[in-house]
């Protein structure tokens, strides 16, 4: 099972990088023991703390047809926002 997806680079997850917290997407089903071990491995530091959030899967596309409008619901992901040790980083531009 490929836990970790991709790292999410936004405004926002990249103002965290500062503070030691690093935004990935991963799989929905893993849990953060899982996430933790994978991105450690991965990335060599030392995790110590895993927060998950689930979002998506509202209504989003409107498509207007000839049977009427057609709505579709937008796709479910979870992120994970884990924050390094002190003293450590992850140079997500050039490792993944």
């Known amino acids: 099972m490929n836990i ?3 790292p999410i680079i936004t ?8 503070t030691g917290r690093f935004t990935f997407e991963v799989d929905r089903k893993a849990n953060k023991l899982e996430i933790k071990k994978a ?9 110590t703390d895993v927060r998950t959030q689930i979002y998506g899967g509202g209504k989003s596309s409107v498509k207007f047809t ?14 994970a926002i884990v924050t390094v040790a002190t003293g450590e980083t992850i140079d ?3 490792n993944f």
Do not use: C, D, Q
Not at 39 to 47: A, L, Q, S, T
């Open 66 to 79: 000839n049977k009427g409008v057609v709505e579709a619901p937008s796709r479910i992901r979870k992120k």
């Open 4 to 6: 970790i997806r991709k």
């Open 92 to 94: 997500l531009f050039n």
């Open 39 to 47: 991105i450690e491995k991965m990335y060599g530091v030392n995790i």
């Open 11 to 18: 405004e926002k997850a990249t103002a965290g990088n500062e």
